[in-house]
T-cell receptor, first 111, second 115 residues
């Protein structure tokens, strides 16, 4: 799997968009970008994933650059419940089963 | 309800006393995996299993064993626990789609303390 790099922490005002960046400069053409989050010490929760097109679901949007070397997870209207550690991982969906999570970004949503 | 169930949630034990942490999923998932989480180190994969009787090492397998005799269960075994195995453990499962995995479903974690 490609190595991903994320900032260790970020703050966001409640109600504003939270934009969480992830660098994956060594990503290969068949590796997907997955985002998970972990609230306190609960089990991580899947948010969204994509290959090269931008993706949106009820939780978030994922913007992947054209060269696929970086991506941004967007939480459009952050709430206090979005305070969590967010993990970006690059995994070859077609066969890479050794998934490495890394340390993630601690997002603090501030009232 | 679709879920991954780990037991126990909390466990305190002493060095060298064998223990097993159970993991069960009710989603008929082929793929199951164990992670440990330590402050400052993120989530690290211990072992994973692609299907019954098929297991492979992750990033930190030393000191752990697993078995996959049934599709729904994937127990984590510590034959001789040591204090450096004090950690928060997560089990996860996923559906094998033929061309990869669906997103992972995680259990609620087991907090293990070895004294």
């Amino acid at each position: 799997d490609a190595k991903t790099t994320q900032p260790p922490s970020m703050d966001c005002a409640e109600g504003r968009a939270a934009n969480l960046p992830c660098n994956h400069s060594t990503i290969s053409g068949n590796e997907y970008v997955y985002w998970y989050r972990q609230i306190h010490s609960q089990g991580p929760q899947y948010i969204i994933h994509g290959l090269k097109n931008n993706e949106t679901n009820e939780m978030a949007s994922l913007i992947i650059t054209e060269d696929r070397k970086s991506s941004t997870l967007i939480l459009p209207h952050a709430t206090l419940r979005d305070t969590a550690v967010y993990y970006c991982i690059a995994a070859w969906r077609a066969g890479s089963y050794q998934l490495t999570f890394g340390k993630g970004t601690k997002l603090s949503v501030i009232p | 309800e679709a879920q991954v169930t780990q037991n126990p949630r909390y466990l305190i034990t002493v060095t060298g006393k064998k223990l097993t942490v159970t993991c069960s999923q009710n989603m008929n998932h082929e793929y199951m995996s164990w992670y440990r989480q330590d402050p400052g180190l993120g989530l690290r994969q211990i072992y994973y299993s692609m299907n019954v009787e098929v297991t492979d090492k992750g990033d930190v397998p030393e000191g752990y064993k697993v078995s996959r005799k049934e599709k729904r269960n994937f127990p984590l075994i510590l034959e001789s626990p040591s204090p450096n195995q004090t950690s928060l453990y997560f089990c996860a499962s996923s559906l094998y789609l033929g061309r990869g995995l669906s997103p992972l479903h995680f259990g609620n974690g087991t907090r293990l303390t070895v004294t």
